[in-house]
């Protein structure tokens, strides 16, 4: 292995890939790293190549010089270079590598210099997949990149959905969590759902859809949940984060994969005990592992699940029993909670039986029931009456920034029960939250708080 200051660069003799791979992806976890492929290089020698593309890189943006790090290994029929920032907040404005290697590429073929064929993978390099996992991501996807490039198509999943995972913006929108004092009549937000979102997409469903087919899916569903976790650096409150019941079977099956995942949370100032995972009604498959056995490994360093979308025939009561203590929260969506007696008694006695059966489970678990779907004060009420008192629902809060909600956490807290009233029983004011989202700041605006 030898250095070169210049560009910081370090490149790996040949037949040492297994070193490079370690090196690279080892000093750079948690930081967005990228993967340049290059073939078929020719009319130049091989160190010449390797000292162009820093200097080429550097001059679509002359500050990333000196905050880039480089490490090269390969041959001209099959050369490597890893990038990645030296420090992770030395890379909030990232380099256009696909502009800066297309332009140079262009210009040595317009000119006759020189010719080579180049693909490009990313990832955020996450805390908890083992190396060669790492490694093989951004080898398949630089590859696929090249072959693309050599057919001028248009790569859509390579430049939204890696670029989303790549990039350390904090990209990232909560679903508050509203709880019901029954002592003193107020309402106060918990924390939240978190979800996908920044610049590059509005929601997770939007970002599924661009996956293509052949994809592994487990692990783009772990990597959205790396990023969502990084995106709540030092957020206050319970944080829920989604996950299908296979991946997570699939992911952590080692002991080694759910410390990293505990120790990335410390990294990022969050409390496990204040972290959930919501597992997600996908029907899934047990080996060696078994949903139970993995889930305990999280429980033992103080994370929680939630079954999402309860109900009795549903797989997330099967869930629920056979996790027991694990299982902190109920979702229950949703139920049509605007059944009265006189409309349709069968329907109204069925729920009202199956919140007594969720209320028994949750004491025994002493667990939560949260609430989704809610749409009028009614329903609200009828909750309230029976005992359900945590909500996520557009109904008091629509989706806000992860920042505004760090922001905003004490303002949020201790709204009168009066105040919650007038406001949804208004339809003047129902509209105006409408507007608005958000019916603390709406309180405030009409001087109910």
Same mark, same amino acid.
């Given at each position: ?11 790996f003799d040949f037949g040492d890939l297994e070193q490079f791979k370690t090196v690279f992806i080892n000093e750079n976890r948690g ?51 890893? !990038? ?40 955020? /390099? ?20 090249? $072959? ?17 995972? @790549? ?26 759902? !978190? ?30 949940? +790396?990023?969502?976790?990084?995106? /709540? ?24 994969? !759910? ?28 080996? +060696?592992?078994?949903? $139970?056995? !993995? ?10 699940? @939630? ?17 027991? +203590?694990?299982?902190? +929260? ?22 009202? @039986?199956?919140?007594?059966? /969720? ?46 909600? $760090? ?43």
């Amino acid at each position: 292995m030898t250095n070169s200051q210049n560009f910081r660069l370090r490149s790996f003799d040949f037949g040492d890939l297994e070193q490079f791979k370690t090196v690279f992806i080892n000093e750079n976890r948690g930081k967005p790293i990228f993967l340049l492929r290059f073939q078929n290089i020719s009319t130049i020698s091989l160190v010449e190549f390797i000292q162009l593309i820093p200097q080429k890189i550097a001059e679509m943006d002359p500050s990333h010089q000196e905050s880039l790090r480089y490490y090269t290994y390969g041959d001209k029929k099959n050369l490597l270079i890893g !990038v990645a920032p030296v420090e992770q907040s030395s890379f909030e404005n990232q380099t256009n590598f696909d502009a800066a290697i297309g332009r140079f590429h262009d210009g040595a073929v317009r000119n006759g210099s020189l010719n080579f064929d180049f693909g490009i993978g990313r990832t955020q /390099c996450n805390f908890i997949s083992y190396v060669e996992e790492i490694f093989r991501e951004l080898d398949s996807s630089s590859l696929k990149n090249l $072959k693309d490039n050599l057919v001028r198509w248009s790569w859509t999943y390579l430049n939204r959905v890696n670029d989303y995972f @790549a990039s350390d913006r904090a990209d990232a929108v909560i679903q508050p969590i509203i709880h019901y004092n029954h002592r003193d009549h107020t309402f106060s937000m918990k924390g939240g759902e !978190v979800f996908v979102g920044g610049v590059a997409y509005a929601g997770y469903a939007d970002l599924i859809r661009d996956i293509p087919h052949d994809q592994d899916l487990n692990r783009i569903e772990l990597l959205i949940l +790396e990023k969502l976790i990084m995106s /709540c650096n030092g957020s206050p409150g319970l944080l829920k984060f989604n996950i299908s019941p296979q991946t997570l079977i699939d992911t952590f099956d080692t002991d080694e994969k !759910v410390t990293r995942f505990h120790e990335l949370l410390l990294k990022q100032n969050l409390n496990p005990q204040n972290i959930r995972m919501e597992l997600i009604e996908k029907p899934y498959e047990e080996g +060696e592992a078994t949903l $139970k056995s !993995v889930c305990r490994r999280f429980w033992n360093f103080g994370i929680s699940f @939630a079954a999402d979308d309860f109900g009795v025939k549903s797989q997330s009561h099967q869930v629920v029993l056979d996790l027991g +203590e694990m299982i902190k +929260e109920f979702k229950l969506d949703p139920i049509s909670f605007k059944f009265k007696a006189d409309q349709d008694l069968t329907k109204f006695l069925d729920n009202l @039986a199956f919140i007594d059966y /969720c209320r028994r489970l949750s004491d025994n678990r002493e667990a939560i029931i949260t609430a989704e779907a809610l749409e009028d004060l009614d329903s609200l009420n009828f909750l309230i009456t029976h005992q359900v008192y945590y909500f996520q629902a557009n109904l008091f809060c629509r989706k806000i920034w992860i920042q505004e909600y $760090k922001d905003r956490f004490k303002e949020m807290q201790k709204l009168p029960e009066a105040a919650v009233t007038k406001i949804l029983g208004s339809a003047e004011l129902t509209q105006r939250l409408k507007e608005t989202g958000n019916i603390f700041s709406l309180a405030k605006e009409v001087s109910l708080a």
